[in-house]
């Protein structure tokens, strides 16, 4: 349970950071490299989704899933990541219309 709820939030981390830099380099007018960073945020939060997915199938088959403040912890890195993600897309879209 902890590998599966650290991985969440390591891939959450890792995604949330990524969006962050294609921000920045949007910002500074690297689109090309901000496009390529939220790819690679993209690709993080699958690894976060797949492992919070394997959590859910197992409750579903009936596999009780303790409740605790690491995983309320990892969710919420989760929720923020793919937040923070979605809007880095927009804002690099927005660069580049004023680019």
């Not at 991985?7 to 950071?17: D, F, K, Q």
């Not at 490299?33 to 197992?58: M, N, P, V, Y």
């Not at 880095?88 to 580049?96: F, I, R, T």
Request: no cysteine; aromatic share 2%.
């Amino acid at each position: 349970m902890e590998t599966i709820i650290m991985n969440i939030i390591l891939h959450s981390g890792n995604a949330r950071s990524l969006a962050m830099e294609a921000i920045k380099e949007a910002k500074e007018g690297n689109f090309e490299i901000a496009e390529k960073h939220i790819a690679e945020a993209t690709q993080s939060l699958g690894e976060a989704h797949r492992s919070q997915t394997d959590l859910i199938q197992g409750e579903a088959r009936g596999e009780q899933s303790e409740i605790s403040i690491l995983l309320i912890h990892a969710q919420d890195h989760l929720m923020t990541a793919m937040s923070v993600k979605d809007l880095a897309a927009e804002m690099v879209e927005l660069y580049k219309r004023i680019a």
